[in-house]
């Protein structure tokens, strides 16, 4: 054993689980949580010499040392010869009571947990104060923020200069009172989320439907991910004049809650929870889907996405459940075109969880995690045909009339006609081999199935004796288990099963188990049957067949009149009564396995077929098994009982629905959404189970009378009506509850026979499918059966087969036509750890949602996620690439509004930037119009990678081009130019703000808040969108030209390793179509004196003077002397008008004062009065 800080935690773990047993409570009461997760850790860490034990810096010590050590103690002290395992106790007792002797968590400190709570509660504290006209809550909270603060960062540093990450994450945490959190208040303050809601809408209504989280769980850094993109399209829209419901819903039913609470109580099968009581069980549920809703609801307010969770639709209220039940007796009356049940109960095979006793549909096998690889056994078996067996063969040489081998007569040809079919009686026995990939199955077997076209061959072993058929393309696998394998002649799949071919069962005891009314059945089984699906792809040509564990076996069976008969119970094991002399089955579960996942059932069967020469090999395998999506139990394909949507029938129509809608990534539509519907079974929609909608059926004991209700309206129609009056469904709160068990207790009436309701709940998909429908359902109001459809919808892929399919499934079910519940969807990818791994507790790389926003903020994670590749596309979750994000979109434009807020005037100027004649500002507004109409564009069809990639573009030519070549501008003379610079870059943060405020809302209300002016929106959500911008299409272009030359340029300078600071005389070009200040611009990025029009280069070219003349040396100089001034003056913090001293440890060079140009120029530059030469230091100081 290896373990070492993880020890300590283990040992008191599991010695509190233990006395907690002797007491009687339940594992589940008691948890210990490892840090790993949170900031400053949960459980106390191991110390050697007062610091942190660290693997990485070495002296961790391992528990077995630390045994072998103290034993060793204990060896030299003892005086008598100990046995060694009593050393070894001695020696593990002695570290457990040095465990013991500190308390767990010790060094535990919670304080930073403390301080996300206390930070987010602000809004909610002002409210408070507000309606209880009491300021003191105000006070109070902040003095509880600034004791948290001072009481923490008094004991921990924070800026620690051997820590950068951790200084970089506490300053963050320090600032978050001052940006997000304050435009959190701001909203909250000023309604600015309902005031979006009432604005005139004249573009009309858009419907967003949120898909219903279950916060029975913790929300993470991929729900923040995926709310990201539900709430971009719908601040859109409302900017667009949309009015758009976007009301928040609860998925508050089914087995993910079921087993939280099981987990919770102890439970591990249905037996339990019922002997636990239905009704406590699920009120148990009830309350579990609640856990965790605060938190939800905290994570989606800060991370800006705005729904209404003030009215959510929650799918256990009376109110939905009805409404759920009114889609379900609509459908049920509903037929197909052919005229069958659309709503039917069958006996047919489905995924079985043996850990939940409920079956699952075909959709909820393509869940995430669904299918893993699992280890498994294959098994040729023999069966075993016995003497005197009949079979038509092939005859084809007259000197084969009788089959001699080893000489031994193995089969005589009866009345031969050569080359036609003859029948031979077989003097041997034959085995039949037959393939199996589920030797589980082996004791369920009444038949093997052949393909009717397929030949099969006789064999002959003179090594083994014995003869063999299978089919002739099995042949060369065969004789690699036996090479002296020699074949006898050849039959036909159709004539074994015209002879009746039969043989002996390899278990017997299914006929002394049949119920008496399939004894006659027997008859019939043990027999050989031809079968379409029969190949010889793999195996042997010849399946075994269990028809309770596999579809085609079942249709087989019900074909054939074969019995029908389950081996294996509910909950996986064998029942009573199958065992033989050789092997106890009764009680074993048959996916049972062993640490190692080897299927020692499945081995133990092979094991006895071996033992009674009844298997001709075995092979191991590695493939992938369904799994619970929810338990993550095996499945079992098993017979039973259920009810159905006949979806099968309604496929062309949901194929053509398909059509109608818009998928992003547009490839889902025709392939893994189109791909599904076309290959679309008939779903199973009921559940075993408790806590769920319960499926509205009522029927007589025979199932011959039935009634669908649709409510409660017609629970009061078809009710008994009794002396003793007979309650409608109600808790023992006498609260209306439609839930098991109170529902169960009312007894209907129909022709005079007493109807009971099934004892099946729905499907929980079902639940979220219906709520187009049942979200706005009123208990006993009529339903609304043409609700609109959701304008847009987003979730991961993975709700193809999940909630994007059951609406979609709903709507046609309803309908005779193709019908659509949504009109554009955006299909998510998955989100992995920075490494592409999955995210998981047992690897530790789960990412909080608050420890980014603490981080990077929720804006940055957003931009993040939108800009970093499609939609749909798989992410990467890294911080350094948000820290990249933070460093190229977020702090140049806040160092944009920064360096405006530094030069902006007190008075609103009057001049238009659209009037100026200022090419960077043409150029600036042109590019931004371009800008703009690629954001429109991607959001009018639902991509949201490319506007975020123009916005970044933008944003870095914006501040590196517009800014820097600007940056005179802003301090110029001349008053005209300056307000022209001025208002064109308030024009454009303006602009920029309304622009990014779908995609990064509260950066877009920073930056509004920064610029707007009285008679301005009050909030930048509170504005329309911009429709009417234009593009200069030749300011783009010839600045891209003087552009081009300027790289042209500075490539030369670097060839020959001239400073730009150093100027140059001239740059000669080819180009003489670029107006003067195009190529002023182009002398100054370049620092050259003059540019020359050169007829003899052709466009494009360039060619750079590069000699230095005296006089362009001393100008280099002084700027030198610029860099290193302006330099200092950004270390002391200094603004634009602060004028200084500036001393310089340089002597003063020649041309400072013979040169009064560049002596004026340059104290002028760098805002000094004077210049010190020859001083002890560098230094500025303010006059």
């Known amino acids: 054993m290896s373990t070492h800080m993880n020890t300590p935690a283990m040992y008191i773990k599991n010695l509190v689980l233990e006395a907690l047993a002797n007491l009687g409570i339940p594992e589940t009461a008691f948890t210990v949580e490892h840090p790993g997760e949170l900031s400053h850790g949960d459980y106390a860490c191991n110390v050697a010499m007062g610091q942190k034990m660290s693997s990485r810096l070495g002296g961790v010590p391992l528990v077995t040392d630390m045994v072998e050590t103290v034993a060793e103690e204990v060896r030299e002290k003892s005086e008598r010869q100990t046995d060694a395992e009593i050393i070894d106790n001695i020696a593990l007792g002695a570290i457990k009571f040095a465990i013991l002797r500190s308390r767990p968590g010790s060094d535990v400190s919670d304080q930073v947990t403390n301080i996300h709570r206390i930070l987010y509660r602000f809004p909610e504290v002002v409210q408070s104060a507000a309606e209880s006209y009491g300021p003191h809550h105000i006070v109070t909270y902040l003095l509880q923020v600034a004791q948290e603060f001072n009481s923490y960062y008094g004991a921990n540093k924070m800026v620690d200069d051997q820590d950068l990450s951790t200084t970089a994450y506490r300053l963050r945490l320090a600032r978050a009172l001052q940006n997000e959190e304050k435009v959190l208040q701001f909203w909250a303050e000023h309604n ?22 279950t916060a029975n769980g913790r929300p993470g850094i991929h729900h923040v991910a995926a709310r990201g993109f539900k709430d971009l399209i719908p601040r859109y829209k409302t900017m667009r004049g949309y009015r758009v419901h976007r009301r928040a819903g609860w998925d508050t039913h089914g087995l993910p809650v079921e087993l939280q609470v099981e987990k919770e109580l102890g439970l591990t099968s249905k037996k339990q929870i019922q002997e636990y009581g239905t009704a406590l069980f699920n009120q148990k549920c009830r309350e579990s889907v609640w856990t965790y809703k605060d938190e939800w609801e905290a994570v989606t307010t800060r991370m800006g996405y705005w729904l209404d969770m003030d009215h959510p639709y929650v799918t256990y209220t009376n109110d939905y459940i009805e409404g759920v039940w009114s889609v379900v007796k609509k459908i049920s009356e509903r ?38 690889d699992v280890k498994d056994v294959t098994a040729y078996v023999k069966f075993k045909m016995p003497i005197g067996s009949e079979i038509s063969m092939f005859a084809s040489e007259e000197k084969y009339v009788d089959f001699w081998e080893n ?55 003179k090594s083994k004796n014995e003869l063999y058929l299978f089919a002739r393309q099995f042949e060369e696998a065969a004789k690699k288990e036996i090479e002296d394998l020699v074949l006898l002649n050849t039959t036909k799949g159709e004539w074994l099963e015209s002879d009746k071919v039969s043989y002996e069962p ?93 299927p020692t059932f499945a081995i133990d069967i092979i094991n006895d077929l071996t033992a009674r020469e009844l298997l001709f090999k075995k092979e191991n395998y590695v493939h992938s098994y369904p799994h619970c999506w929810r338990c993550n139990t095996p499945l079992l394909y098993y017979a039973r009982g259920s009810w159905y949507f006949r979806m099968s029938a309604l496929r062309a129509q949901l194929l053509a629905a398909n059509e109608n809608i818009n998928w992003e990534p547009d490839h889902i539509k025709s392939g893994r959404f189109g791909e599904w519907l076309d290959g679309i079974r008939d779903w199973a929609i009921s559940r075993d189970r408790f806590w769920g909608t319960p499926l509205p059926v009522w029927q007589n004991a025979d199932g011959s009378k039935r009634v669908v209700i649709g409510g409660l309206e017609d629970i009061k129609k078809y009710k008994i009506r009794e002396i003793d009056f007979s309650p409608l469904p109600h808790n023992e709160h006498y609260e209306l509850d439609f839930h098991k068990p109170y529902i169960d207790e009312i007894e209907l009436q129909l022709d005079g026979e007493k109807l009971t309701r099934v004892s099946e709940v729905m499907d929980v998909w079902l639940d979220s499918g219906c709520m187009p429908y049942a979200q706005s359902h009123v208990l006993g109001m009529q339903m609304d059966w043409s609700p609109a459809p959701a304008d847009f919808i987003a979730e991961g892929a993975d709700q193809t087969r999940g909630w994007f399919y059951t609406m979609h499934a709903i709507a046609n079910l309803l309908n005779d036509t193709p019908t659509n519940n949504y009109n554009n969807v955006v299909c998510l990818g998955l989100l992995m750890a920075a490494d592409g791994t999955k995210m998981s507790k047992s690897k530790g790389n789960i990412v909080s949602p608050w420890e980014v926003f603490s981080k990077f903020g929720a804006d940055v994670a957003r931009f993040w996620f939108y800009s970093v590749n499609g939609p749909g596309e798989t992410k990467n979750f890294d911080e350094k690439s948000l820290d990249e994000v933070n460093k190229k979109v977020f702090n140049p434009l806040r160092n944009v509004v920064s360096f405006y807020e530094m030069y902006k005037l007190d008075e609103v100027l009057s001049e238009d930037p659209l009037q100026s004649t200022n090419v960077l500002d043409q150029w600036i507004l042109s590019l931004w119009a371009q800008t703009h109409e690629t954001i429109t564009v991607g959001l009018d069809t639902y991509d949201m990678l490319t506007p975020t990639r123009a916005i970044k573009d933008f944003i870095s030519e914006l501040s ?65 969108w911009n429709t009417n911008i234009s593009a200069s299409l030749w300011s783009l272009e010839d600045m891209h030209i003087a552009r081009s030359i300027v790289t042209l340029g500075l490539e030369a300078r670097q060839k020959v390793n001239v400073k730009v600071r150093q100027p140059l005389q001239s740059l000669r070009i080819g180009e003489d179509n670029l107006g003067k200040e195009y190529l002023d611009i182009i002398c100054d990025e370049l620092n050259v004196k003059q540019i020359i029009i050169d007829d003899t280069l052709s466009q494009g070219q360039a060619l750079l003077d590069t000699v230095i003349t005296d006089d362009l040396r001393d100008e280099g100089d002084m700027r030198e002397i610029v860099r290193s001034i302006q330099d200092m003056r950004k270390t002391a913090n200094l603004v634009p008008s602060d004028v200084v001293t500036a001393s310089l440890t340089a002597s003063e060079p020649a041309w400072f004062s013979a040169n009064q140009v560049l002596h004026d120029e340059l104290l002028q530059t760098v805002g000094a009065r004077e210049i010190v030469w020859g001083a002890e230091e560098n230094k500025v100081e303010k006059i």
């Open 192 to 213: 600015i989320f309902e005031k979006t809601l009432e604005r005139e809408a004249p573009a009309g209504e858009y419907h967003f439907f949120e898909g219903p989280p």
């Open 960 to 1024: 590196t081009w517009y800014i820097r070549r600007s940056r005179d501008r802003f301090k110029s003379d001349d008053t005209n130019d300056r307000n022209y610079a001025l208002t064109t870059t308030r024009y454009i943060l303006k602009h920029i703000a309304i622009a990014i405020a779908p995609f990064t809302p509260f950066l877009a209300e920073e930056i509004w808040q920064t610029l707007r002016h009285q008679d301005d929106e009050i909030s930048v959500h509170l504005c329309d």
């Open 506 to 598: 390899l278990y017997p005891f299914i006929s002394d188990l049949l119920p008496i009314d399939q004894q006659s059945k027997l008859e019939n089984a043990y027999q050989v049957y031809a079968a379409d699906f029969v190949t010889t792809t793999d195996g042997t040509g010849i399946v075994h067949i269990a028809p309770m564990y596999g579809a085609d076996d079942f249709d087989l069976a019900t074909a054939h009149d074969l019995p029908k008969f389950h081996v294996v119970g509910e909950d996986g094991k064998y029942i009573d009564g199958c065992d033989t002399e050789t092997l106890k089955l009764s009680g074993r579960y048959v996916k049972e396995s062993d640490d190692a996942g080897k």
């Open 335 to 372: 037929k197909s075109a052919d005229g069958r049940d659309l709503l039917y109960k069958d006996f047919k095979i489905l995924p079985w969880c043996t850990r939940c006793g409920t079956g699952l549909s075909s959709h909820e096998l393509n869940q995430p995690g669904a299918y893993q």
């Open 407 to 461: 000489s031994v007569l193995v089969g005589q040809v009866q009345n031969p006609k050569y080359n036609e079919k003859q029948k031979v009686k077989m003097s041997k026995e034959i085995f039949i081999l037959a393939w199996t990939t589920t030797p589980w199955t082996l004791p369920g077997n009444v038949a093997l199935a052949v393909g009717k076209d397929i030949n099969y061959g006789i064999y002959f072993s």
